[in-house]
């Protein structure tokens, strides 16, 4: 017995010593880690040396962390009480994600951390509900990296048609800019072409428009000369005195001038073809004075017969006489004769000739100019699209030339990505556009997650309207929702494959609050 007491004796101390190096072993590493700080952030609550407040304000010793009163201004001395109105108290959550309480959840009654270690001091009864969240949430985030690796997928295949529209773009381009310099030097060939043609066919049309000019001052002429002759043999036949006036009397003897039908001539309606004076010599009478008298000549015909002597002249005849049928020779005058497509003149062959080579070069340099222009255009849409920022691989290229439209109680909307959006009344009504293609406008880290479309319609007695497009990941390209948070400032949410990322997978999902 007394052996067995000599050897314990000597074992003893051996136990003691062991326990208490164990025992120093747990204490250091319980306060490498107090309550309410995060595994990443342990090695800065060193419980053998003084404690420097994270914010740098203070050092204290390091009894007075989590001593119930907040020392520091930033709270990170009490991170597991509720001392410090702005500290923060780590969730460990084993079996879920770790998560951040403000401190002022810390001992309220209320379980927060779903392993219940915010309430060790309240005495509330918190369930460990921790691996049945977690494995909910991992369902979670398996669902939802799936639907993003699909969304991604989507989006290389944007990417790849984006660059590869932009390569066929680049060569269409080079393409047509050399079409261009080829059609601009066959347009140039084809002006001096037209006006060669042209200076003959102007020499030619230069002599029938002399003729047709002198044509013209021709039957001027004869109807001014029978105008004066009619008017001549008028006078005459009125003069009955032959005194070479025309005085009121004479037109008095003539009812075709009684004007109120009331069957006499009165002085002062005989006076009114005489300028309302009493004669009138034959010179003025046939520069003015027959244009008075002649519509009453006009009407009364029947009454007007002068002596076979002094005939008026008759009207001649308008229409041409009927030619003979069978005349060989009036029909290779006819045959000499070609009529151009206009129908007013008659050119003959060899002027037909010119006019019809003219009008080829006409149309030829038209058909090159033509080209010229359409080329020029093309140039340009492919330029402006081009110019146009379809993101860093070009994978919103595929949005563009695609309308998507959203409907709600009163109207559908219909935004055109890199055109237009607009609005159109369901039950009647024109489309109002409301802003054309701006720019992108997300935040520096986010760039390609807003669009802004602006310079749309005027508000009566508003700004112009506009439309602010937030785009967020999803399987389709679709308009979610529209609205009007300020007057005729429209919202809308879209969601597209084209701004999806490549999505972590969930056992690489780190959580962002261990680091706060």
């Not at 709270?75 to 780590?90: I, L, M, Q, R």
């Not at 008095?252 to 009114?272: P, T, Y």
């Not at 080829?360 to 340009?380: K, Q, W």
Request: contains cysteine; aromatic residues 8%.
């Amino acid at each position: 017995m007394l052996k067995k007491i000599a050897s314990l004796l000597v074992v003893l101390p051996n136990i003691f010593i062991f326990c208490a190096v164990l025992g120093k072993i747990t204490s250091v590493t319980a306060t490498q880690q107090p309550r309410g700080v995060s595994l990443s952030r342990a090695s800065l609550y060193n419980a053998n040396v003084d404690f420097t407040c994270l914010d740098g304000s203070a050092t204290i010793p390091f009894k007075y962390v989590n001593d119930d009163y907040c020392d520091c201004q930033d709270g990170s001395d009490e991170p597991g009480t509720s001392a410090c109105p702005n500290g923060s108290f780590y969730c460990k959550n084993a079996g879920h994600v770790p998560s951040l309480l403000p401190s002022s959840r810390v001992n309220d009654g209320i379980c927060d951390c779903c392993d219940g270690a915010d309430e060790y001091e309240s005495g509330t009864g918190c369930v460990n509900t921790c691996t049945e969240l977690g494995a909910v949430a991992r369902e979670e985030s398996q669902r939802k990296y799936e639907l993003e690796t699909k969304g991604y997928s989507i989006k290389m295949e944007y990417i790849n048609q984006g660059k590869a529209a932009k390569a066929v773009h680049e060569e269409k381009l080079v393409a047509l800019k050399a079409e261009l310099v080829e059609v601009e030097a066959l347009k140039a060939e084809k002006e001096r072409q037209k006006k060669e043609a042209e200076e003959p066919e102007q020499a030619a049309l230069e002599k029938y428009r002399l003729s047709e000019h002198e044509n013209v001052q021709h039957k001027e002429e004869e109807v001014h000369n029978k105008q004066e002759t009619e008017a001549s043999d008028a006078f005459d036949w009125l003069d009955t005195s032959k005194d070479g006036k025309l005085q009121v009397a004479e037109i008095q003897n003539h009812l075709i001038f009684d004007q109120n039908k009331d069957g006499v001539v009165s002085e002062e309606e005989a006076k009114f073809f005489l300028h309302m004076d009493y004669e009138m010599d034959k010179s003025e009478f046939i520069s003015t004075g027959w244009l008075l008298l002649k519509p009453y000549f006009l009407k009364e015909q029947d009454a007007f017969v002068p002596p076979p002597s002094e005939e008026l002249p008759a009207h001649e005849s308008e229409e041409e006489p009927e030619i003979e049928e069978g005349s060989d020779e009036e029909a290779h005058e006819e045959a000499e004769v070609i009529k151009p497509a206009t129908g007013t003149v008659e050119y003959d062959p060899e002027t037909q000739l010119l006019i019809e080579a003219a009008n080829n070069a006409r149309n030829a340099y038209e058909e090159m100019d033509r080209r010229v222009r359409e080329i020029g255009r093309e140039i340009r849409q492919l330029d402006e699209s081009a110019s146009k920022d379809y993101g860093v691989e070009e994978e919103f290229q595929a949005l563009e030339g695609h309308c998507f439209e959203y409907q709600d109680r009163e109207y559908t909307y219909k935004l055109c990505p890199f055109d237009n959006g607009s609005q159109r009344p369901k039950h009647g009504g024109s489309e109002t556009r409301l802003g054309s293609w701006g720019s992108w406008d997300g935040p520096a880290e986010d760039r390609y997650s807003k669009m802004v479309y602006d310079k749309g319609v005027q508000c009566w007695n508003g700004p112009q309207r506009s439309i602010t497009v937030h785009l967020t990941c999803g399987m389709e390209n679709q308009v979610m929702s529209v609205s009007e948070p300020n007057r005729c400032e429209y919202e809308m949410k879209f969601t597209t494959p084209a701004v999806c990322n490549e999505p972590l997978k969930p056992d690489e999902t780190v959580d962002s609050h261990d680091e706060l």
